[in-house]
Structure formats: structure tokens, C-alpha cells
């Protein structure tokens, strides 16, 4: 408050309607809620969409081949790795049952949206990573009814530009550490602290690092339009896939 410059969280500290303002827990909330919902989650989208399509070239020919499967790309990698692996916390209002399984008031629920995203009932071949599945965008990544996410549009836009414009301006993207040598964050819905760092090569000499420590704020630090394609980028990641992994056993089964 006694440092006010021009932007966003002064806005909101200076917001006022009918004399009314935000309270200080107020505006920490939005800040939180602004920072983790608003880009931590789009910076996992966008570095998990990259992972996904290095891992699967075939689908990255494709892409590259049709510019226009971005779209429904970005569904599938929503799908596939979304950013948010799980439900905020509920709480029982009132004793039921489900499956045979007793749940008392009270009782904390964490409801797994990449095991639905996963769901053979739902998808068919759920496990299998392909950005021309006709039903990708039926996937709950963003949450569903009163609960959906209000940044969905936006975040859909970044991942459909930012991925878009690796694959075209980096043809000979690639990983740049054995695939054995990536793990995942441990995290139930998203990782802030500790990211694990994948390199990628760019044309075999330079590297956009995804997740170096907690540098997530200037997500994009570098110049990807810069047209030159030996300056380094830095996409950092804070990777809340856990439900499962193709380099190791150190997150939660789907």
C-alpha cells in the first residue's frame, strides 16, 4: 500500500464501489487466486502441450502439416496433461453413499478430473495422445457448472498461440535430456516449489528450460518472434501432472 504503482494489484487496492473496498484478506485472496489460476495453470498447459508432442511425433507432424489442429490440440493436451489434476476441496453437507462407499458430513472430498479426463467409459483409447480426437473438448480440465473456470477462453488462447508458434518457428524441436531423466512434480493440484527442469533443444544447440526454480513470473522470458532462432527462452513449468508418468513412479496412479 505505501509503495502504489501503476497496475494491477494497486487497482485493486484502490477499487471502491459506494465507499466500499476490498479488505486486505480480500485482496490477497484475488492475488493468489490470480497468480496460481490465472498463470501457473496456462504455464503447465503450455509446457505440458510441448511435452506431449515431443513424445508423440507423429502428432507433431501432424500439426506442423495442419496448422488449423492447434484448437483441437489444445483440447487434447487439456485432456491428456491438463494443469489441474484435481477438484479444490469439498466437504459432505450430509451423509450418503457412493459405490457402496460411505461418506459422513463433513468428510473432505478431491475429486480426480485427470482420472475422468481418463475415463475408457467417456473416451475411447483415453491413454493414447492424439490432437485429432473428435470428442477431445468434452474433457472437465476447466471444471464444470457453477464451478468452471472463468479464465478457460483466455487460457485456451495463450496455449493455442504459444504452442503454435514453437512447433512452426522450431522445427527441430527436441528434448534435451533423456527421456528418463524427466519426473514429475509431486503435487495434487498445482506445483509451486521445486520444478523439475526439462531441456529442450532448439536446432541442437540452444535450450528453452522448462521450470527453472521459481522463476514462473516473466514466463516467457526471450524473444520467440524475434526471428532468430539462436536466442534462448525461458518457459518455466510448475508441472501438476500426478496422475501418472512415462519416465517415472514417483506420482499418483490414474
Not at 471502491?16 to 490477497?28: A, Q, T, Y
Not at 489434476?85 to 461418506?103: K, N, P, Y
Request: one cysteine or more; aromatic letters at 8%.
Amino acid at each position: 500500500r505505501s509503495q502504489q504503482q501503476d497496475d494491477m494489484i494497486t487497482a485493486l487496492l484502490q477499487a471502491e464501489v459506494d465507499g466500499d473496498r476490498l479488505s486486505e484478506d480480500e485482496v490477497l485472496a484475488m492475488v493468489f487466486i490470480l497468480f496460481v489460476a490465472g498463470h501457473i495453470t496456462t504455464v503447465n498447459l503450455i509446457a505440458n502441450g510441448i511435452y506431449a508432442l515431443l513424445m508423440n511425433p507423429a502428432q507433431m507432424d501432424a500439426l506442423r502439416a495442419n496448422p488449423d489442429l492447434i484448437e483441437n490440440a489444445v483440447e487434447e493436451v487439456l485432456r491428456f496433461y491438463g494443469p489441474a489434476e484435481t477438484s479444490t476441496l469439498r466437504f459432505a453437507a450430509q451423509d450418503f453413499e457412493v459405490e457402496g462407499q460411505a461418506i459422513e458430513r463433513g468428510s473432505p472430498l478431491l475429486f480426480l478430473l485427470a482420472s475422468a479426463n481418463h475415463d475408457p467409459a467417456r473416451f475411447v483409447d483415453p491413454d493414447a495422445f492424439n490432437i485429432s480426437r473428435a470428442d477431445a473438448n468434452r474433457h472437465i480440465a476447466f471444471g464444470k457448472g457453477i464451478h468452471a473456470c472463468l479464465g478457460a477462453p483466455l487460457a485456451r488462447l495463450e496455449g493455442q498461440i504459444a504452442i503454435a508458434s514453437l512447433v512452426q518457428r522450431y522445427p527441430d524441436l527436441a528434448l534435451g535430456v533423456p527421456v528418463d531423466d524427466i519426473t514429475w512434480e509431486r503435487s495434487f493440484l498445482r506445483s509451486l516449489f521445486g520444478l523439475q527442469p526439462l531441456g529442450f533443444g532448439l536446432f541442437g544447440r540452444d535450450a528453452i528450460r522448462f521450470g527453472q526454480g521459481l522463476g514462473m513470473a516473466g514466463s516467457m522470458n526471450g524473444t520467440l518472434g524475434s526471428g532468430n532462432a539462436s536466442r534462448k527462452a525461458v518457459i518455466c513449468s510448475a508441472n501438476a501432472r500426478n496422475t501418472g508418468t512415462r519416465s517415472g513412479e514417483d506420482c499418483m496412479p490414474r
